[in-house]
């Protein structure tokens, strides 16, 4: 089912802010929290340096009338860095590749594309963009065919 959330980026400290949010909120997070050193490697990924294993790369909490806030650490070692502006986007789920592909075309248009749609490890079609009005967006879909299976 298609679902908005908010995802903020943090800079090593993700899990300690949403620790503190789950004691406001209540609930526990949507699934175990992520972290960097669990992201299997792909062909020309840098190794991580060193501490940044433990970063979070995904967590997830509900918060009130079923929205959700999600968030992940940037990477130092990436060229990541932490500054008003770039700490929040709007996380648009969809159902389906076609949906997340028209709205990446849409939202994107003039703006500054991140990461066009990829498939991504886990599962999804994954983008991320900052529109021609400085909104960062990541729009997200389930991928309709495995990674790896045509």
């Known amino acids: ?3 908005v959330a908010t995802y903020l980026n943090f800079d090593g400290n993700c899990l300690e802010a949403f620790e503190f949010y789950k004691g406001i909120f209540g609930g526990e997070f949507l699934g175990e929290p992520m972290r960097m050193g669990e992201v299997p490697p792909s062909p020309g990924m840098p190794p991580l ?7 979070i790369m995904h967590v997830a909490l509900e918060t009130v009338a079923g929205h959700q806030i999600m968030g992940s650490d940037i990477m130092p070692s990436m060229g990541h860095v932490l500054r008003p502006g770039n700490t929040t986007y709007i996380n648009l789920m969809v159902d389906t590749e076609e949906e997340a592909r028209d709205l990446f075309a849409a939202l994107s248009d003039g703006g500054e594309v991140e990461m066009p749609p990829t498939p991504m ?6 983008s991320a963009f900052t529109d021609r009005f400085q909104i960062q967006w990541m729009v997200i879909a389930p991928l309709e065919e495995e990674l790896g299976h045509s």
């Open 49 to 55: 340096a060193p501490g940044e294993a433990e970063r």
């Open 1 to 3: 089912m298609a679902s």
């Open 121 to 126: 490890f886990w599962g999804d079609l994954y």
